[in-house]
């Protein structure tokens, strides 16, 4: 069906723009005339043309006639650039083929009723999931305001992120090393616990050209953070974040913020920094995804609080053996099998010789 070919393009399209859209959704756009491709377009960066803008501006001829294949609901309002349905209505295109219809509940559907009532032919529903997919970050955050977290590790095949003497470099292979960092570039806030700072002393920056920075985030209920640590460094090329509790020493948060850095306080919960009430506040600050990239103790918090959305593994073809090496999830765990986290919509893939598999927490777990 040609409906789906010209879809997928638009999706391919769509990709491209990962990393630079975000708080926008990635879409991508092709037109069709006579039966051959004129125009492609997507959203290259936040702020700038929207993706059917792009695809007419690049068409080789009268886009007048012509369909347009486009992975979510052209726009209805005003925001950093004019409503692209409106654009479509007067350049006087023949049909518009949409993937999804935009989640906002405040405007879903507003743009396809507009194109209608213009007398423009709409299709909906063309690899509907596939976009759904390609912009779940964009769809959670637009529709609940709390950022979406994904959840990253790598492990030998026994379930090991180090040995029992706590070194872990490196598990998984270059590839999928690099593989991982592409996350920072694609998510707008990286997220680990106090004990990652005091035994690693990472950077958590994107070291991938054309990225910005992720938001680096760390949880630290009592402020034991050194003040010389890497992450509290460099606050204008990549800002941090401080999460703690009331009971936190003030003359140490007065020093953290002389740096540069904000400090926020939230409720506790067993002692600790309530995850859903910071994920909540980070939502309100504009953070709308986050990798979760700490240890054994967070992954295991992050899950019981049932904060994480998706989880991306690396399995490398080694096997570590210990009763004292550390597993990706720590803490108390589940006491029976039915309490299980589930994992859903799984894929697994080959990355050099170590297996990457990438799945969602099922609701309910």
Request: with cysteine; charged share 25%.
């Amino acid at each position: 069906m040609m409906d789906i070919k010209y879809m997928e393009r638009a999706l391919e399209l769509a990709g491209k723009g990962r990393g630079f859209t975000s708080p926008n959704p990635m879409v991508g756009a092709v037109i069709v005339k006579d039966g051959k491709v004129i125009g492609e377009g997507y959203h290259e960066k936040v702020g700038e043309a929207h993706a059917e803008v792009n695809a007419i501006r690049s068409a080789t001829e009268s886009v007048e006639g012509a369909t347009m294949y486009v992975t979510l609901e052209p726009c209805s309002h005003y925001g950093k650039t004019p409503p692209c349905s409106n654009l479509i209505i007067e350049k006087k295109l023949k049909k518009v083929v949409v993937a999804a219809t935009d989640p906002n509940p405040l405007v879903s559907g507003r743009g396809l009723e507009r194109l209608r009532k213009a007398g423009i032919e709409v299709i909906e529903g063309v690899l509907e999931e596939k976009s759904n997919q390609l912009n779940e970050i964009f769809n959670q955050y637009i529709t609940t305001r709390m950022p979406f977290v994904l959840m990253k590790y790598a492990m030998s095949l026994d379930g090991k992120i180090a040995t029992a003497t706590g070194e872990s470099k490196w598990i998984s292979s270059e590839q999928s090393r690099e593989h991982a960092h592409q996350l920072r570039g694609y998510l707008s806030g990286i997220m680990v616990g106090i004990g990652t700072v005091l035994k690693d002393d990472p950077l958590l920056t994107c070291r991938i050209p054309g990225y910005t920075h992720p938001t680096r985030i760390v949880l630290d209920s009592e402020l034991r953070i050194p003040l010389e640590s890497n992450v509290l460094m460099n606050q204008d090329e990549a800002p941090t974040l401080v999460i703690t509790t009331e009971h936190a020493s003030m003359s140490m948060r007065n020093e953290i913020e002389k740096l540069g850095v904000d400090v926020l306080i939230v409720p506790e919960h067993n002692g600790k920094v309530d995850l859903k009430k910071a994920l909540a506040l980070l939502g309100e600050k504009g953070i709308d995804s986050i990798l979760l990239e700490g240890g054994g103790t967070l992954n295991a918090a992050a899950l019981e609080a049932g904060i994480v959305n998706k989880v991306n593994i690396y399995i490398a073809p080694k096997i570590i053996g210990g009763a004292n090496a550390i597993s990706p999830i720590m803490g108390r765990g589940v006491e029976t099998m039915k309490d299980a986290f589930a994992i859903t919509s799984m894929q697994v893939t080959q990355l050099n010789e170590d297996i990457f598999i990438e799945g969602y927490i099922m609701e309910g777990s």
